[in-house]
């Protein structure tokens, strides 16, 4: 399979299902990075509220990247 024929196939895709391929090729792309492995695990065990973000702030800054 070619990848532009591999594009055309993710574009077929529903909502749910290319989110959950964004979610793979991410886990994919950081498997073997320790020092991103490690950032995760600190921030999702991060209990001050104030670094925390909004549903609305993330969507925001997901648009912006």
């Known amino acids: 399979m070619s990848f532009e024929q591999l594009k055309q196939q993710v574009a077929a895709l529903n909502d749910r299902q290319q989110a959950e391929l964004i979610s793979f090729t991410l886990q994919l792309r950081h498997a073997n990075d320790m020092g991103y492995r490690r950032e995760v695990t600190d921030r999702l065990n991060d209990r001050d509220k104030s670094h ?5 702030e993330f969507d925001r800054r997901l648009d912006q990247a």
């Open 52 to 56: 925390w973000l909004t549903p609305d």
